[in-house]
């Protein structure tokens, strides 16, 4: 039996006629770049998220490139985010126009602490950028209170983290959601990420009303009215075929990431006191949405090797830390300087996670890895 790392072809399935209508809607309306459609699922989202803001855009890399725009950066403001991420968190850093400041990671979540950034701290840090690596959040309220103190702001990249929550980063005891907890947060739609699009794209939340309303003039050349342009901006519009695909699927979010969860609970059952290998950690106070199941694994690319040998599909996220990227060299980035980060490139391995996986295909997984170790 061949297991497939991802297979989106399920879901459409068993929501095809929802869809098709959907996509129906909108070629029939014949508007097809914001209007109704766009503002129905910003407003759903935003009810979700229990943020007054929700402004989509054209992908996960402009939800976090136009609230960092909206700040206006000045030459040497610094960024701090994570060497273990998606390319896209250090891309939109970059091109808003600030100097990315790569941090370590936690070895048991993969995420930034208050301790790993206030490592890299400098009296130019203007904003920090958490990302709650494959559906886990970060934790916000230490790095919220660390940011409040020295006068920074906290953008989360919550591209892989849409429906997780955590306690206590609000008021006391509260659940808070990713991508609400922090000034602002991003999301992207990306087909693969938890609630998929059907192609590109994105949506920026946030509570503070000023910055909402300056990402909404960004994202259509930096005016609200036809042919005033207060600041340069950009075209980064969600599209209504995406907003109606998005919409449909929203309500059976948080029946997706059940699943999820359940599927990362039998591989802890099935994989467990095995030697070589190391199980994802759930820390206290938190809800894993496992867009990613990923292991740290000795040898990990004959692993791989093998799985591929008996048809498992798995990925690796990340294989390079940002700051050894060659397009980054001039920021001075040195082997060992973040060690846990270089560590977890070498080390992860993402196992198939997808809600309608199945046991019986668990299982193939489960006894193919320890085939490789035993
Ligand atoms: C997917 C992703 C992005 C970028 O989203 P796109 O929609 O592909 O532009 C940014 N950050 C992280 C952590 C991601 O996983």
Known sequence: MSVPFLDLGVQYEALRAELDDAVARVVESQRFILGAEVDAFEEAIAAYLGVPHAIGCASGTDALLLPLRALDPRPDDEVILPAFTFFATAGAVWNAGFRPV??????????????TVS???????????????????????ELNELARDRGALVLEDAAQSLGARQRGAGDEGTWVMAGAAGDAGAFSFFPT???GAYGDAGLTATSDDELAERIRKLRVHGGRQMY??????????LDA??????RTKLPHLDTWATARGENACRYHGLLSGLDGIVLPETLDGNVHVYNQYTIRAERRDDL????????VGTGVYYPV??????CFSELGGKRGQLPEAERACEEVLSLPIFPELGEERQQVVSEA?????E
């Open 321 to 326: 830390p940002l700051h050894l990227q060659e």
């Open 228 to 237: 005033r342009h207060e600041m340069v901006g950009t075209n980064s519009r």
């Open 241 to 246: 075929l995406q907003a109606a695909v998005l």
């Open 304 to 311: 791989r090797a093998h799985l591929e040998r008996r048809n």
């Open 193 to 195: 990420k938890n609630l």
């Open 119 to 141: 490592a890299v701290w400098s009296e130019r840090t203007r904003v920090i950028v958490p990302v709650h690596l494959f559906g886990q959040m970060a934790p916000m309220q």
């Open 102 to 115: 790569f941090c370590d990671v936690d070895s048991a979540t993969f995420n930034v602490t208050a301790g």
């Open 369 to 373: 890895i320890r085939e490789f170790y």
